[in-house]
């Protein structure tokens, strides 16, 4: 019987308050007699986009006292994560071919990291997500997710759509109604916020974007999730609430599954 599926991808990122930082990807991987951690950055610096990875064996995550601490010396990262509110935890999808299980372990967190010679001082946020279904088996053709972070107030949202639809709206760890969520604006009922789109981090094809720097991984994965298609941009966001207009930074995405 081949080995279950199993993915723990954390998700780590951090803006100053110029919108320069970076994401951090760390993931341990169980499939098919397959075992194997990678790692990766993404990292923008005055308007310029730059990227690494690794797929050496490299540490995880630590988690303290309610901070994380990152350090990923092949990939130049040494930062820590102190969480300005308490995390959330939900089972998104749970199925006999498998689940999905988020962890938003800081919803907005203070951040001091050093990443490729630079280091940054800003807001950030971090997550962990579980897998034991693989991502092409997930029943789901589109994905909205973000992240606003500003010294006041956080938003997380989460949107699936597809033949499993879910969505979820969290406003300082609190969850709201959610009444519209696009690029472009997340709308509820108490809440507004809207994104610019400034700057794109990255955009296309899994195949042309991500799997080229882990072939490992790309040799055992289907055509269809190289054919998974992503956009993830920076953008300036305003958050409407209560009369109060907060800006901030967010950093969000729109994942399109290719059909069968």
Not at 78 to 102: D, F, K, M, Y
Not at 201 to 222: D, H
Not at 226 to 244: D, F, I, M, N, Y
Not at 248 to 257: F, L, P, Q, S, T
Request: hydrophobic share 40%; aromatic share 8%; charged share 20%.
């Amino acid at each position: 019987m081949p080995e279950p599926f199993s993915l723990a991808k954390w998700y780590l990122d951090f803006l100053d308050s110029n919108g320069s930082g970076g994401i951090i990807y760390v993931a341990e991987l169980c499939w098919s007699g397959l075992r194997m951690c990678y790692a990766s950055t993404l990292t923008v610096a005055d308007g310029t986009i730059g990227s690494k990875t690794s797929i050496r064996t490299c540490k995880l995550p630590k988690i303290d006292s309610g901070k994380i601490v990152v350090q990923l010396p092949r990939l130049g990262v040494e930062g820590a994560w102190e969480g300005l509110a308490h995390p959330i935890e939900r089972e998104i999808l749970a199925s006999e071919q498998g689940a999905v299980q988020w962890n938003c372990l800081q919803p907005a967190a203070r951040v001091s990291c050093v990443l490729g010679g630079r280091k940054t001082e800003g807001l950030g946020y971090a997550e962990l997500l579980h897998l034991t279904m693989a991502p092409w088996k997930l029943p789901i053709r589109e994905l909205h997710w973000g992240r606003f972070v500003s010294e006041t107030d956080s938003l997380v949202w989460i949107d699936w759509c597809g033949p499993f639809c879910y969505r979820l709206l969290l406003h300082n760890g609190k969850q709201v109604d959610a009444i519209s969520i696009t690029a472009q604006e997340i709308q509820s009922s108490v809440l507004s916020l809207t994104l610019d789109r400034g700057l794109i981090l990255r955009s296309g094809e899994l195949g042309s974007t991500v799997f080229p720097s882990i072939r490992k991984l790309a040799a055992y994965v289907p055509g269809r999730m190289l054919r998974l298609s992503e956009c993830k941009w920076r953008s300036r966001a305003v958050l409407q609430h209560e009369g109060r207009s907060i800006s901030g930074w967010a950093i969000h995405e729109v994942v399109r599954w290719p059909e069968e």
